[in-house]
């Protein structure tokens, strides 16, 4: 058995730890049961945004009649798209595993790790790690659900699709959440005829109802989309795979047919594969691990963060999460995150942004507020790109002026809303500074700045 001063688990967000610890001069693992890098890197944020961005420029070309340009796409080279993600992909991984094997004081263990006692840690390598402190950064991966047939078929996921040489010519999705309706962009602008199937009425559940709306509306101009569904069973028969589902709300059956299935019905945490329950840790009924408000676990010195604790699966989040804890685990004074100021992005076309409370939130909360809309189509930049859909709409604390939430969906949206969110995340909080701010006139980020000019009463 070996000891360290640091066990880190998941080398995704965990590897700010291992920097930290390291250059306080403590002894490090670090256990990897996938390649180094974490979900983001090889199978999540990083290549699903590089396969997607050349699908954003065929729909540009596509529309760009309507600004006087006429353009044929003569192809669409899928294998060179998917090659030259994974290559950059190998590269970033490749420098990742080079720095590890050369950095003193830190030891890699590949294989599955799963707790068989108090801070000790057994690897599938055959290794037995035990260390002073902690930190799970397990992560999460694919929830599949319980669809009869299903484990009889192939189908895809967002963590087998990446090595994909063809795309197929028909497609169903399952999940109208942000993997869903990301692939769902890229499969159907490839090409492929897309049929995406949500259990929940809404695509993107957790978004306002007007951009949730306004993204079904765009989205079936190009695909299929059925909400309000639930995949209840799956069959192959010769080169095609059937999917009965079921509506939710009277019991009627639909069935599908496509060449490929791919499954994006959420994520489950990895939990379940290291067992910390076996070293004093405690998990919810969905297995995500418990922590406090400052990332402490129910065991002493163990900490946990990341997908795996289940607050909000988000990159950024993650590496906010871990300066947080680092912070706390050297005895600072202890920070915790504000989790009402979490931004996200869904790079669906058109896209989305969003940050703060909702207005049901806003509601529930018994907040007195005020919104505030604008529309693309109405500034000068977005008259002059033709930009015919996507709005802007922003809450504001009718008392304190506070930037409750900003809500964005139309080109760059992930762009615009930053300011939104530094504003928030400033001394105040207040929506001031932009609408104060010079903006350059003609230039998108005017679609933000107007938002604040009609406020109203919610009511209206």
Known sequence: METFDVLVIGSGSGMHIVENALMEDMTVALVEMGPLGGTCLNRGCIPSKMIIYPMDVVQMIRGAEKLGIKARIDSIDFKFIMRRMRELIENDRHQIEEGVENTPNLKLFRGRGEFVSDYTLSVSSGDLVKAENIFIVSGARTLIPPIKGLDKIEYLTSENIWNMEEPPKSMVIVGGGFVGVE????????????????????????????????????MRRSMKVETGLEAVEVERK????????????????????????????????????????????????????????????????????????????????????????????????MLKVDYDKIPYAVYS?????????????????????????????????????????????????????????CHIIGPYAPEIIQEAITVMNCEGGTYFPIVRSMHIHPCMSEVLQFAFTNLHRHEH
């Open 183 to 218: 692939f769902a962009h890229f499969f159907s602008t490839m090409g492929a005829e897309v049929t995406l199937i949500s259990k929940s009425p809404k695509l993107v559940k957790d978004a306002e109802p007007e951009i949730s709306d306004l993204l079904l509306k765009l």
């Open 349 to 405: 076309y058109p896209q989305i942004a969003s940050v703060g409370l909702t207005e049901k939130k806003a509601k529930e909360r018994g907040y007195k507020f005020l919104v505030g809309e604008y529309y693309y189509k109405d500034t000068a930049r977005g008259a002059a790109m033709a930009v015919e859909d996507g709005f802007v709409k922003v809450l504001i604390d009718e008392n304190t002026r506070k930037l409750l939430g």
């Open 238 to 333: 010769n080169n095609l795979i059937n999917i009965k589902a079921i509506d939710t709300i009277n019991g009627s059956v639909k069935t599908f047919s496509a060449e490929a299935l791919f499954i994006a019905s959420g994520r489950k945490p990895n939990s379940d594969i290291i067992r910390p329950e076996k070293t004093g840790v405690e998990t919810n009924e969905k297995g995500f691990v418990i922590v406090d408000d400052y990332f402490r676990t129910s065991k002493e010195r163990i900490w946990s963060f990341g997908d795996v604790i289940g607050k909000a699966m988000f990159k950024h989040v993650a590496n906010y999460e871990a300066e947080i804890v680092w912070n706390n685990f050297i005895g600072r004074k």
